[in-house]
């Protein structure tokens, strides 16, 4: 080995030891009588020094030493006279006596610390040299870790990993496929699988009752700092199981993840059906890390002059405890975030409920004093409190107050990166109207059963109809989500209808699937969580990029290697893409 230990390892205990270390040169300080070199490694940074008096010939060579270089350094471990309790290896140094240049550098194009001056594109083409720094080496270890953790639980409770394959056909998860031309069949493309749905649900007829793969996924979808277009899933399925099955399985892996990880026990995870989460929090994956519920004020605030009230179809506010002293200039602020073309209100109505009892609202000429109380206990405020209102068409207007919601979350400091709060969402209707395309659209995906009791409404009243899906929330976060699966030839069928398959076109596309349930498909279901979702959520972080190893950018590039690129004319021909 070119060392005999890491430069993390070295402590108050390894006084006097002969040590050869290998690394990176970090930092130097030439402080004239004595040379200091910063070594890192993977495991952490050792001060090594290089003293002018005892060998001034290694101490010029030290003063040669660049940022960034590699190098093999031999000596003896000392006490340092004034430490560094902030480092690890703080309280030792290395007096040097020789020095090995195992490989030059050139300047980095930005420094390699905590806290580095490099933007993010100039990060991202020399990843390399930014997974050397500390919070990324930490994220990946981390993402390791779960990783590891993950296969030792589903092992433990009976799981097999299992392969499927990447070049396949469409899998039907909502996003765009990215496709692969095949030179061997001209004009035929694979798709790259946006999630295994389907195999696993094979693997199900196969008999592997409880399959996991931590699997990579492809969707060609506009990109967002959580989404990548490429991400990977933790994707499971479990065969004789009903719904309750599958919520304790996996509750139990990620209290198990807490537990091992983090060293937190949490308790059982409540559940919410989806119908309360939209009414309490506009949102199928709300933040109950703090309560601000929902107030509905319809009732109370129409018929009583106010137009643009009179005329809508929801009035709903919010409750911002101890904010009723929110200046002009702050609500100005809360009025323009509601604005934004991104959450698109019209405007912002406010209730202050004073510290004396009485009330001051933007709608005042509107609503006398106690009509404003009755929002206000309606809503459940108190003196202090800050009554925030908008009104509109009910989906939008609850998707707006979920933005507002959080944003007071943020600002009131509630939403803290050290507290998780996990949740089912439960019973999601099984269709979702689509505008555009004047159809229904699974919301899951066409693979998820209806609840059964729901299944007469199937003709009539399809958009009523609840399925047997559930997602799993964590901190505002959709960490995983998935559903009991049809297993009935018929009914599958009749759901491709609902969607809109012709018979052609469902037998084309998933005839394999119906075909298997010909065959003795056992009852099952199954969940995927985003893996590198729950890796940012562990480490505290909003965005999934920096738990990542070699990620992409928000327009889907690789800025390292410049990918997507051309490619050249003989490889054009030879998948059939040019005559
Ligand atoms: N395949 C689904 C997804 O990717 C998960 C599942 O239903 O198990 O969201």
């Known amino acids: 080995m070119l060392r005999t230990h890491t430069c993390g390892e070295l402590t108050i205990n390894s006084i006097n030891t002969q ?47 660049g940022r960034e270089f590699v190098v093999q350094i031999k000596g003896n471990v000392i006490e340092r006279s004034s430490k560094n309790p902030k480092m690890l290896t703080g309280d030792i140094e290395l007096d040097a006596a020789a020095l090995t240049i195992l490989n030059a550098s050139k300047t980095p194009p930005f420094t390699i610390e905590n806290e580095t001056d490099g933007g993010e594109e100039i990060r991202m083409k020399y990843r390399y040299l930014d997974l050397r720094r500390e919070p990324l080496k930490k994220n990946i270890a981390l993402r390791h870790k779960l990783g590891i953790e993950t296969r030792k639980y589903l092992d433990q409770v009976g799981f097999m990993e299992i392969e499927t394959p990447y070049l396949i056909k469409s899998t039907p998860e909502g996003a765009r496929d990215f496709v692969v031309p095949s030179r061997m069949n001209e004009g035929q493309f694979y798709a790259l699988p946006q999630s295994p749905q389907t195999f696993k649900q094979l693997l199900m007829v196969g008999g592997y009752d409880k399959y996991f793969q931590v699997v990579r996924c492809f969707r060609d979808e506009d990109l967002r700092a959580d989404r990548q277009p490429e991400f990977t899933q933790i994707d499971c399925e479990m065969s004789f199981v009903e719904q309750e099955d599958i919520l304790n ?7 198990n993840l807490f537990k091992e990880i983090k060293g937190i026990e949490l308790d059982n995870f409540p559940r919410m059906d989806y119908a309360e989460a939209m009414a309490k929090y506009g949102s199928d994956k709300p933040d109950i890390r703090f309560g601000m519920e ?53 405007g912002l109505v406010y209730v202050k409920c004073n510290d004396d009892g009485t ?34 068409g009910l989906d939008k207007t ?109 037998k084309d596309q998933f005839g394999f699937l119906m075909n298997a349930f010909e065959y003795g498909a056992p009852p099952h279901g199954g969940i995927a969580f985003g893996f590198d979702r729950l890796c940012a959520i562990f480490g505290g972080q909003e965005s999934i990029r920096d738990f990542i190893a070699f990620p992409k950018n928000n327009s889907g590039r690789d800025l390292m290697i410049d990918s997507p690129s051309v490619i050249s004319e003989l490889q054009l021909k030879e998948l059939g893409l040019k005559k």
């Open 398 to 506: 609850r998707k707006q107050l979920n933005e507002l919601r959080l944003e007071m979350g943020n600002q009131l400091g509630l939403r803290k990166s050290n507290e998780f709060a996990p949740l089912w969402v439960v019973d999601f209707p099984l269709l979702e109207w689509n505008e555009e395309s004047e159809r229904f659209h699974a919301m899951h995906h066409p693979f998820t059963s209806p609840k059964p009791e729901d299944l007469s409404m199937i003709d009539n009243q399809p958009g009523k109809v609840r399925a047997n899906a559930y997602d799993m929330v964590m901190n505002g976060v959709e960490l995983g989500g998935g559903s009991i699966r049809i297993h009935n030839k018929e009914l599958q069928a009749r759901m491709f209808e609902l969607l809109g398959f012709s018979e052609e076109e469902a």
């Open 359 to 392: 009330f001051k609202s933007s709608v005042d000429k509107f609503y006398n004093q106690e009509q404003l109380a009755n929002w206000a206990t309606k809503a459940g405020a108190e003196k202090g409190d800050l009554l925030l209102v908008l009104a509109g």
């Open 294 to 346: 929902f107030c509905e004020l319809t009732e109370l605030a129409q018929g009583k002059g106010f137009k643009v009230f009179d005329s809508v179809e929801a009035i709903i506010g919010i409750n911002a405890k101890g904010c009723a002293s929110y200046s002009r200039k702050q609500l100005d602020k809360l009025t323009d975030f509601v604005r934004k073309p991104q959450i698109g209100a019209n």
């Open 19 to 65: 040590v050869t270390l290998s690394g990176w040169v970090q930092k130097s300080r030439d402080l004239g009588g004595m040379t200091f070199i910063d070594l890192r490694d993977r495991y952490g940074i050792t001060q090594v020094v290089f003293n002018m008096e005892t060998n001034s010939v290694l101490c010029e060579q030290a003063r040669k030493l």
């Open 249 to 255: 399985t996996f509750e139990g892996l990620v209290k």
